[in-house]
């Protein structure tokens, strides 16, 4: 007699969607190993900063005080606290790091010295919260952009502490805003009046905004990406990509996000030799996501166990800083990351692989090498065939034990496995046999598993035919057990349950089918 091969027996599953393939993308920003730093009192993170000099420490506002970080060991360099009556806002590294300039929630902007600690400039202007400080990205080490809850747009000569433009920028809070990276003199501020405007500074300039755009949301973010004639705008739970040059058209809106977007950030990796950037997001969903604005494809996600309100990426591309509502600052560096924040794009490059040690025949290594070098295209490959463990139930089929292989997956109570070995027996002819030859307990058994699973959607098409002629040819035998019988009660209450849940289903069907073919029309 020939032995059936099919081994072992295979339940039929639900599709399930098949996993993401792991790219040189996603590897890279897997390779980013965060340590959680946790301060002593439980206050938002609502602005985080990365120093444009090397070594690219952070800084990020807390409460009433400004937080200064090793961006390489993540230790606390400094606090900035006593200067701010109330909470601080915004800070702002200078272009070469010797100032750090932070707004606070009376109105005026305070400006240190981050080595000594020193407030060495108070402007004061804005009679309420000043949210958005902000110095120019280029070389211009003498002025600063601020907005606040006043709805008004400034611009300081930082040396003399004298304000030189005002503008009524919008009719809401102003909480966002950035530098225009192709010109010191332009800027974008966003308002929770759901508009974005650009601004020049420059001398003779009037008042109005050069270009005004509309995001639909209250904006909480804006950000000029590197080339300068794109524009990212954060408000709910959308992100959208402005083209500046083309009169503000909308290239791309990303709706990745469930909960609104309050940050942005762009970050640099390296690859094939050429930086690329990538726009970071987070959102009080909890997530921050990686999109490529390039191919408009998000390339990657990491889930944070609270809401978050701020990220910064260093620009050496070898760190991140994501800030929580809660008061805890998840710190993100690259595993492989030999050298210290030195401002060397190299330190991130994508798919860039560590220095392999040479091993020596002292390592026990050195005896196996070559064991798990592929097979080239030209070569005959002998595989070893796997071992395949089998379950008790299979063992039994193997050995044409039919009916104590029904009843070892019954004992087993798992339904997929128990209707796979009955569809097993159907194959082969014989679920009818064993069940006429299971004694009392057996028969118990596979009339508990029928109540238990016959009404389940996944098996009802199944189990209730095999219920229906389980009874026709062990109706004997139920009449003259107790325990039968109470078997039988139950799974006729259940089967006369669904009925009812099916009855209802049908005439709440026929209430809407007429209403969706009215709505139709």
């Known amino acids: 007699m020939a032995q059936n091969n099919t081994f072992p027996t295979k339940p039929r599953l639900l599709p399930s969607s098949s996993k993401n393939p792991k790219t040189p993308e996603s590897n890279y920003w897997r390779s980013f190993k965060t340590t959680q730093i946790t301060s002593s009192l439980i206050h938002p993170i609502t602005s985080i900063s990365f120093s444009p000099s090397p070594p690219h420490p952070f800084s990020f506002s807390s409460s009433a005080s400004i937080s200064i970080y090793n961006s390489t060991s993540f230790s606390l360099s400094s606090t900035l606290s006593s200067p701010f009556p109330d909470i601080a806002y915004s800070p702002s590294f200078r272009c070469d790091g010797l100032l750090l300039a932070a707004g606070s929630h009376p109105g005026p902007i305070l400006v240190f010295d981050p080595s000594s600690r020193l407030p060495l400039r108070r402007l004061n202007s804005h009679s309420r919260p000043s949210r958005l400080v902000r110095y120019p990205r280029l070389f211009d080490k003498l002025h600063l952009f601020s907005a606040g809850d006043d709805s008004l747009l400034k611009y300081w000569d930082v040396a003399s502490g004298t304000e030189l433009l005002s503008f009524q920028a919008h009719k809401d809070y102003v909480r966002a805003g950035s530098p225009s990276p192709a010109s010191p003199e332009l800027f974008a501020t966003g308002s929770y009046d759901h508009t974005v405007k650009l601004w020049d500074v420059r001398p003779g300039s009037s008042a109005a905004p050069v270009l005004s755009l509309g995001h639909g949301k209250p904006v909480e973010d804006v950000l000029f990406l590197p080339s300068g004639g794109l524009l990212a705008t954060a408000g709910g739970a959308d992100v959208k990509i402005w083209d500046i040059i083309g009169g503000g058209k909308l290239l791309c809106t990303v709706e990745s996000h469930n909960k609104t977007v309050t940050s942005m950030c762009v970050g640099k990796v390296s690859k094939d030799g050429n930086d690329q950037f990538r726009l970071l997001s987070v959102s009080l969903d909890g997530y921050l996501k990686v999109f490529d604005y390039s191919a408009f494809k998000i390339m990657h996600s990491v889930r944070y166990p609270a809401p978050l309100l701020s990220v910064g990426f260093s620009p050496s591309g070898s760190g991140w800083a994501v800030g929580s509502s809660n008061g805890i600052l998840f710190a993100g560096r690259r595993k492989k990351d030999v050298r210290a924040d030195e401002g060397d ?68 109570k798992n339904p997929q496995n128990v209707v796979a070995v009955m569809e097993e027996l159907i194959a082969r002819k014989k679920l009818l046999k064993c069940v006429s030859n299971l004694d009392t307990e057996e028969l118990g058994l596979l009339l508990g598993f029928l109540h238990k699973y016959s009404t389940a959607p996944r098996f009802a098409g199944f189990l209730i035919g095999l219920a229906k002629r389980v009874l026709q040819m062990r109706a004997k035998d139920v009449r003259d057990s107790d325990v039968l019988q109470g078997h039988i009660r139950n799974l006729k209450r259940v089967v006369v349950e669904e009925i009812k849940i099916q009855q209802s289903l049908q005439e709440i069907q026929g209430i809407i089918s007429p209403l969706l073919k009215i709505a139709g029309r």
């Open 345 to 412: 794009g190299a330190s991130g490059l994508l798919g860039s692989e560590p220095e392999k040690r040479v091993l020596r025949p002292t390592n026990f290594r050195y005896f196996q090498r070559g064991q798990n070098e592929k097979p080239s295209e030209g070569d005959f490959v002998v595989k070893k065939p796997k071992k395949v463990k089998l379950a008790e139930h299979d063992k039994l089929l193997r050995k044409f034990r039919h009916r104590e292989a029904l009843v070892s997956a019954l004992n087993r």
